[in-house]
């Protein structure tokens, strides 16, 4: 899948997103920042790092630039909780314990516009899955 379901025409020109990886499910204990060139993650019952498996979260923060005006579907898998916004739009919402699950979102941008993004992610028990498109 690419990253944006219906825009083959998306020419990356970035190397990917800032990662900043956490020890608790708050976003306040980081302990590691690196740019990750997808977020396709499957950790199984481990974890990143040397964080404790169960109780990690990962912010992914950037920007997206379309070819196209034209609306755009984001999706993603997650198992725990996982949010996504697109120029400030909350887009995925599904901040919950579950077992890997795809949502979608979907968002109208612009050609040649730059928009931020931010994923957040949670792990807190089983599995551990992450992964945006």
Do not use: C, H, M
């Not at 990356?12 to 060139?37: H, K, M, Q, V, W």
């Not at 990962?58 to 997650?78: D, I, K, L, N």
């Amino acid at each position: 899948r690419s990253s944006l379901l219906n825009a083959p025409t998306v020419t990356p020109s970035g190397t990917g997103l800032r990662a900043e990886y956490f020890d608790n499910l708050d976003f306040t204990n980081r302990i590691a920042t690196r740019t990750d060139a997808t977020v396709n993650f499957n950790w199984g019952t481990g974890s990143p790092y040397t964080i404790a498996p169960d109780t990690f979260s990962v912010q992914w923060t950037g920007q997206v630039q379309p070819r196209f005006t034209e609306t755009y579907t984001f999706y993603t898998v997650a198992d725990d909780g996982v949010r996504l916004w697109v120029n400030n739009q909350l887009v995925i919402n599904n901040w919950s314990v579950q077992a890997p699950t795809e949502r979608r979102g979907a968002i109208t941008l612009n050609a040649g516009q730059r928009y931020d993004i931010r994923l957040e992610y949670f792990e807190n028990a089983g599995g551990a899955v992450a992964q945006l498109g």
